[in-house]
């Protein structure tokens, strides 16, 4: 079983591993790369709200050439991307954006950051989300996956396998 599922995962340009803990388990992870539809060039649904609603997305990494990357995705949808290199700032960002008006953000948080800035951030990010909807995707590489499922308890909605495609937004 394990040996086939390494080939397939290999064959779509991904990975599979595995954690155990004595007496708890295993939990097995891959990753993979899904085909695309080139016709599908419009902003994906979660961005495209009822009129009214404003959707902001965040860009939170340290790395300027993600954050570059980023930047042209969202430029080719048209979408303006809010991008910071620190969590401290992304946090007075994100004040800012929910003291506005009501509006969803959706924060692209870069797994690079130390893992107590990261903690302080989706800390704070779930205080403030009982008023307003905040989602959260880590961007990770493939070997610091298995280091942010932790999060998921802080509220993180999803992953991303870095690097980050136009179709992983979809």
């Known amino acids: 079983?394990?040996?086939i599922c390494k080939q397939l995962t290999a064959l779509m340009h991904g990975g599979i591993w595995?954690?155990?803990t004595a007496g708890k388990g295993s939990a097995f992870h891959f990753t993979c790369r899904l085909g695309f539809s080139p016709a599908a060039t419009s902003w994906p649904a979660l961005f495209?709200?009822?009129p009214g609603q404003g959707i902001v997305p965040l860009a939170v990494s340290p790395n300027a050439a993600l954050r570059q990357a980023l930047l042209q995705i969202f430029a080719a949808w048209?979408?303006?991307l809010i991008e910071s290199e620190s969590t401290e700032s992304a946090l007075a960002l994100l004040n800012t954006l929910l003291a506005d008006e009501p509006r969803t953000v959706v924060?692209?948080?870069d797994a690079e950051f130390p893992d107590a800035d990261t903690r302080r951030m989706l800390?704070?990010?779930a205080r403030q989300a009982a008023e307003s909807p905040v989602f959260v995707t880590v961007l990770a590489s493939?070997?610091?996956l298995s280091q942010v499922a932790p999060y998921q308890a802080l509220g993180v909605s999803s992953t991303l396998h870095k690097p980050v495609l136009p179709q992983d937004l979809a």
Do not use: F, T
């Open 107 to 109: 924060v692209l948080l």
């Open 142 to 144: 493939a070997q610091r």
């Open 18 to 20: 595995v954690e155990s």
């Open 48 to 50: 495209c709200p009822a």
């Open 78 to 80: 048209n979408i303006p």
């Open 123 to 125: 800390s704070e990010i």
């Open 1 to 3: 079983g394990l040996p």
